[in-house]
């Protein structure tokens, strides 16, 4: 390995998250002693991916769940960087927003996904299926888990600032032609349960996201504030 140093970020993502070879991560451990730069970036990853480790407990599970949970993990290809269509969502400029899909990104993503899937399939009863959302720097920021039947579970992994006069609304796009629908408020920036909506089945790659909208909800029952995270849904069932 040759570092450079515009490789230092990927470079020391991938060293939290494990995805050196033993080689490369010694290497990186030696440099780490008189790379300012590098160490650094691995303080950095290690504050950015620390809800990997303390947002979901750790269960012990068999190889065979472990291979069930590596075929269901998201195909990298669906996650380029999309948003709720301009016309359904509103004319708020906050909406147009460059979401960066990094490979990076990619990866820590199918980690959560994979420990949330692994919680999830011990549970007498799954979920549908589950939603990683990331905020625009492809941090990780809650977990969505929708059972199509009018029950979803929000999980943050993250603490948000949310003024007084506003609040955090909960959002998926069953289709094109119904256009965002709300699933609920978070009160007080909490995870919670989320029920009481009629919509069709969630379905594989469905868009999930979390905005920040003023007291009480949206007024016009459409996205009008920032978005703080997003995410796509993948099938565990």
């Known amino acids: 390995m040759k570092l450079e140093s515009n490789d230092i970020p990927a470079i020391a993502d991938e060293y939290v998250l494990g995805l050196l070879d033993e080689a490369d991560r010694a290497y990186v451990e030696a440099q780490i002693e008189r790379n300012v730069a590098l160490r650094q970036a691995v303080d950095e990853a290690r504050e950015r991916f620390l809800p990997l480790d303390t947002g979901l407990a750790p269960v012990d599970v068999s190889q065979s769940l472990w291979q069930a949970i590596s075929s269901r993990l998201p195909d990298q290809s669906k996650l380029a960087a999309h948003d709720f269509p301009d016309a359904a969502v509103a004319a708020n400029s906050n909406h147009i927003l460059n979401w960066r899909a990094a490979a990076i990104t990619a990866m820590a993503a199918s980690v959560v996904l994979a420990i949330g899937l692994t919680w999830s399939m011990t549970r007498r009863l799954d979920p549908l299926v589950?939603?990683?959302?990331?905020?625009?720097?492809?941090?990780?920021?809650?977990?969505?888990?929708?059972?199509g039947n009018d029950t979803a579970n929000v999980r943050l992994l993250t603490d948000f600032v949310v003024p007084s006069d506003m609040t955090m609304q909960v959002w998926t796009l069953p289709s094109v032609e119904m256009g965002p629908m709300s699933l609920g408020l978070l009160d007080q920036a909490r995870s919670a349960k989320l029920a009481g909506?009629?919509?069709?089945?969630?379905?594989?790659a469905q868009l999930y996201e979390i905005t920040l909208e003023r007291e009480g909800g949206s007024p016009t029952n459409r996205p009008t504030g920032p978005i703080l995270a997003k995410g796509y849904a993948k099938l565990t069932r």
């Open 197 to 204: 909506w009629s919509l069709p089945t969630p379905a594989d």
């Open 130 to 147: 589950v939603a990683v959302l990331m905020n625009e720097a492809g941090e990780v920021q809650a977990v969505v888990e929708d059972f």
